[in-house]
């Protein structure tokens, strides 16, 4: 069984920056790939960002050239750095490992003046 805990959430004004971290725990098997999703007001959940177990990175179009995961495997750790925040970014954000089907609990990011 895997466990994730995010961290980093908060209040920031357009612009802003924010950087998130998930720290997993549990029965690991190597390296696993890792996504953060976030879902916004009134939409589903949807993927901003993944990384694969060899670093190679996939970004949703909307946060293209301002978002970037990045992984520390020797405190297994992932991270997505968030610069230029905009209000349209406000919302929930989940860290997953796919492969294990887990998800965090969630931490929520509001992107207003």
């Known amino acids: 069984q895997v466990q994730l805990v995010e961290s980093g959430g908060g209040w920031v004004q357009p612009g802003g920056s924010l950087r998130l971290s998930c720290t997993i725990s549990g029965s690991l098997a190597g390296r696993p790939s890792m996504a953060w999703y976030r879902q916004t007001p009134g939409n589903e959940r949807e993927r901003v960002a993944h990384?694969?177990?060899?670093?190679?990175?996939i970004y949703d179009d909307s946060v293209k050239g301002r978002f970037t995961i990045s992984r520390d495997d020797a405190n297994y750790t992932t991270y997505l750095q968030m610069n230029n925040l905009k209000p349209e970014d406000t919302g929930i954000y989940y860290c997953t490992a796919p492969f294990f089907q887990a998800w965090g609990q969630g931490t929520q990011v509001t992107v207003s003046s």
């Open positions: 990384i694969t177990s060899l670093g190679a990175t």
